[in-house]
């Protein structure tokens, strides 16, 4: 920009030509966003995940120090919880075109949104060997957009092996609680 006599900016002859903007709560109209181009809306902050490990870990010198196994067991239960609906993770369902979905979402059982929701709990009936009941053999697979070739839903529901891995050691660990607590109240 080359200053004008009377003190005020001149766009340089080669600059693209941009319509006169309010800059503040003084004139009409939104501010200007720094850079002039909308951003992502941000996200509300999550806690953590280290408060929650350092909970699990003042839970397990809990029970080391009081030598009591049902402690241990219910801390064991949380941890479960956790994993299974309460841990901050992405959707990690594959898109259409194969990509894996990055939105946040909490716990490893939930998706984003309903299509990715469907296709994760497919997924999960996969993961213990059973096809989803409640999906009727007429309904047809997810449908495909404007003639793209598109990865097919069977493959898009499988897990992520970070997220099968964790799934089921958390099913074991609730397994396990509930014999450990059913054996101890016997």
Known sequence: M???????????????????EPHGPHEDG???RRGGTARRRRRPRRE?????????????????????WPVA????????????????TFCRTMTRKGSSCR?????RLFACEDEHQRL????LWRLVG????LRGPDQPPAERESGQVVVSPEVRGRLSQIDRML????AAGTLVTIVGMVYGYV
């Open 2 to 20: 080359v200053a004008s006599p009377g003190n005020e900016p001149q766009p340089r002859p080669d600059a693209p030509h941009e319509p006169h």
């Open 30 to 32: 939104p501010a200007r």
């Open 48 to 68: 953590s995940a280290l408060l929650w490990w350092a909970l699990f870990a003042f839970w397990a010198a809990a029970a080391w120090y009081l030598r009591s």
């Open 73 to 88: 067991l219910l801390g064991l239960l949380v941890w479960c919880l956790y994993e299974f609906m309460l841990v901050p």
């Open 103 to 107: 939105e946040p979402v909490r716990g």
């Open 120 to 123: 994760k709990i497919d997924g």
């Open 130 to 133: 059973m096809r989803n009941p």
């Open 167 to 170: 799934i089921l050691l958390a």
